[in-house]
C-alpha cells in the first residue's frame, strides 16, 4: 500500500503562474522527498527535507513539512511548460529500507 | 558518468511465463531497490539489496524474488505471470547511511515496461 496521498490529482496551469502540491502521509519519518516523472519513464529526485527541517529551498522550488500535521507541500514558482509531469511525495520512514510513494499530481503547464 | 541502466527497455510475455529484468547502478552505489509502477499510481516498493543481501521486501508474492551481484548489479525475476504484473519496473540505486539504511536520494533507472498478454 502507499504511504501519502497527493493533492490535488491533477493540475493545470498557465506558463508563469504558481503550481502547489500537496502531500499527506500516515507515520513517524526520517525524510521526505520529492521527485518527478515525465511520460511514465525513471523518476528524478527534485529535493530532501529532513524531519527536523520546516522548509526548504531548490531553485524555483519550495517544500515546506510539517511533521504535526504529517504533511508536505511543494510549490513550483514562475512555471515553465517544461514542468509538466506527474509529481510524486516520498517518505523514508523511520526503521525502514525504502520509500513510500504517493499517488502523484498531474501537472500540466500550458504555454 | 552513467545513471542506473535498466534492460530490456520494453518486454511482452503472456500469461505463466517468467521474466528477468535487469538494472546496473551507478558506480559507487551499493543499494539496489526495486519498484512496481501500475499506471496511473506511485511506485511501489519490492526488494531493496545491499552488498547481495535482501536488505528489505515489500507486500509482493513468492513469484517476485531478485538478486544483487559481486559487481552490485542486481535482477528481478517474476515467476508465473500474471495479467496484473503488467506495469513499468523500476530500479533506483543509492547510497547507504548509518547502520546500511537508505536515507537520501535514490537514483532511479528509465524502468522496464512489462506487458502481460
Known amino acids: 500500500s502507499q504511504q501519502g496521498e497527493e493533492d490535488p490529482q491533477a493540475l493545470s496551469i498557465q506558463e508563469g503562474e504558481n503550481a502547489t502540491m500537496n502531500c499527506s502521509y500516515k507515520t513517524s519519518i526520517n525524510n521526505l522527498q520529492w521527485y518527478r516523472q515525465n511520460s511514465g519513464r525513471g523518476l528524478v529526485h527534485l529535493i530532501l527535507?529532513?524531519?527536523?527541517?520546516r522548509e526548504k529551498h531548490s531553485g524555483r522550488l519550495r517544500v515546506t513539512l510539517d511533521t504535526s500535521k504529517k504533511s508536505s507541500s511543494l510549490l513550483i514558482t514562475a512555471s515553465r511548460a517544461a514542468d509538466t509531469a506527474s509529481y510524486f511525495c516520498?517518505?523514508?520512514?523511520?526503521?525502514?529500507?525504502?520509500?513510500?510513494f504517493g499517488t502523484g499530481t498531474r501537472l500540466t503547464v500550458i504555454p | 558518468d552513467a545513471g542506473v541502466t535498466q534492460s530490456p527497455t520494453h518486454l511482452i510475455k503472456t500469461r505463466g511465463q517468467h521474466v528477468t529484468l535487469r538494472c546496473s547502478p551507478i558506480?559507487?552505489?551499493?543499494?539496489v531497490s526495486w519498484y512496481q509502477q501500475v499506471l496511473g499510481q506511485g511506485p511501489q516498493f519490492i526488494f531493496q539489496y545491499y552488498e547481495k543481501e535482501e536488505r528489505g521486501r515489500g507486500n509482493f508474492p513468492d513469484r517476485f524474488s531478485a538478486r544483487q551481484f559481486p559487481n552490485y548489479s542486481s535482477e528481478l525475476n517474476v515467476n508465473a505471470l500474471l495479467l496484473g504484473d503488467s506495469a513499468l519496473y523500476l530500479c533506483?540505486?543509492?547510497?547507504?547511511?548509518?547502520?546500511?539504511?537508505?536515507?537520501?536520494?535514490?537514483?532511479f533507472g528509465p524502468g522496464t515496461r512489462l506487458t502481460v498478454l
Open positions: 527535507i529532513r524531519s527536523n527541517e
Open positions: 558506480s559507487g552505489h551499493k543499494s
Open positions: 516520498a517518505t523514508h520512514e523511520t526503521g525502514a529500507n525504502n520509500l513510500f
Open positions: 533506483a540505486s543509492s547510497l547507504l547511511g548509518v547502520g546500511g539504511i537508505s536515507v537520501n536520494e535514490q537514483f
